[in-house]
């Protein structure tokens, strides 16, 4: 069983920067792909990013391309999404997630992930 615990949340101004950061426990972290998604009030959770188990392949949602940036520590067993330019569109909890993956897929659908964390909050002020 996986436990996933996110961190790095917190009120930020438009244009500014969040690191997320999930620590994984419990599993193999280098045999499992993982993603990032987030869900705003009143909407569905959508896919943010994800990262193939071997942090060869990486996927992004249209709206946070060029803008996010997803990486792995296989060492530290932890899973990051750097957050530059943000903006107010970007507020929602924020939630990382993982699966048995193959060394070169990323999955985006929520469906695809077996464990998931509790979420951290992030909020972009205009």
């Known amino acids: 069983q996986v436990q996933l615990v996110e961190s790095g949340g917190g009120l930020v101004q438009a244009g500014g920067s969040l690191r997320l950061s999930c620590a994984a426990s419990?599993?193999?972290?280098?045999?499992?792909?993982m993603g990032w998604f987030r869900q705003a009030p009143g909407k569905e959770r959508e896919f943010v990013a994800a990262?193939?188990?071997?942090?060869?392949?990486?996927g992004y949602a249209d709206s946070v391309k060029g803008r996010f940036t997803i990486s792995k520590d296989d060492g530290r067993n932890t899973l990051y999404l750097q957050m530059n330019s943000l903006e107010p569109e970007d507020t929602a909890v924020y939630y990382c997630s993982a699966r048995p993956g193959g060394a070169l897929n990323y999955y985006s659908s929520t469906n695809a992930y077996s464990y998931w964390g509790q979420g951290t909050q992030v909020t972009v002020s205009s």
């Open positions: 419990g599993g193999t972290f280098r045999t499992y792909a």
């Open positions: 990262i193939s188990r071997s942090g060869s392949t990486v």
